[in-house]
T-cell receptor, first 113, second 116 residues
Framework: ETGVTQSPTHLIKTRGQQVTLRCSSQ?????VSWYQQALGQGPQFIFQ???????GRGNFPPRFSGLQFPNYSSELNVNALELDDSALYLC????????????FGSGTQLSVL | KQEVTQIPAALSVPEGENLVLNCSFT??????LQWFRQDPGKGLTSLLL?????REQTSGRLNASLDKSSGRSTLYIAASQPGDSATYLC???????????????FGQGTILTVHP
């Protein structure tokens, strides 16, 4: 158990809809990173939030957006869903001190039909 | 742009074998390298983290080495067990040279199956 929880675990949406995924970080971790993992691929970095501000972004379009709250939990929002958005979405928490290990949640499996 | 490649894509071995998983990367100006394990449909578990100043790290039956000059890392698993069956991924900081604090570039992984 990493202490990082994600909800929901599974989600089915149709093309064009919007979705919100949620992540609670491990206690004491003020940094949350989001990743998209397509089937058979390694995770791809979407963006990171640190102290409620976006702190780096990967090669994802603006319809992928996020929030971080004062308790360091985070949301990932995806607008205008496309079929290729079907993937496992992972969040990971970390603390910008110490040895830089990431602690991952179990992910949200999103299917876009 | 850092690119990470893992070989082989899949590996099936009998229980008890020693095995090596390979990871190569294009930008050798790295800060650290991590190896992760992922069980089907699950999140990732950090196994080992090697700082750029180190050549290897060990945890139980796992040993990871790092050769920055050649752009390679290996994960050695001794005396493999069926419970080791999972996907193994290596990852490096996005942008290479600086500390990432959670921004990683991953390889595509090696799917390991250890059969009794």
């Amino acid at each position: 158990e990493t202490g990082v929880t994600q909800s929901p675990t599974h989600l089915i949406k149709t093309r064009g809809q919007q979705v919100t995924l949620r992540c609670s970080s491990q206690s004491g971790h003020n940094t949350v990173s989001w990743y998209q993992q397509a089937l058979g691929q390694g995770p791809q970095f979407i963006f990171q939030y640190y102290r409620e501000e976006e702190n780096g972004r990967g090669n994802f379009p603006p319809r992928f957006s996020g929030l971080q709250f004062p308790n360091y939990s985070s949301e990932l929002n995806v607008n205008a869903l496309e079929l290729d958005d079907s993937a496992l979405y992972l969040c990971a928490s970390s603390s910008p001190t110490g040895e830089e290990k990431l602690f991952f949640g179990s992910g949200t499996q999103l299917s876009v039909l | 742009k850092q690119e990470v490649t893992q070989i082989p894509a899949a590996l099936s071995v009998p229980e008890g074998e020693n095995l090596v998983l390979n990871c190569s990367f294009t930008d050798s100006a790295i800060y650290n390298l991590q190896w992760f394990r992922q069980d089907p449909g699950k999140g990732l578990t950090s196994l080992l983290l090697i700082q750029s100043s180190q050549r290897e790290q060990t945890s139980g039956r796992l040993n990871a080495s790092l050769d920055k000059s050649s752009g390679r890392s290996t994960l050695y698993i001794a005396a493999s067990q069926p419970g080791d069956s999972a996907t193994y991924l290596c990852a490096l900081p996005v942008g290479g040279g600086g500390t990432s604090y959670g921004k990683l570039t991953f390889g595509q992984g090696t799917i390991l199956t250890v059969h009794p």
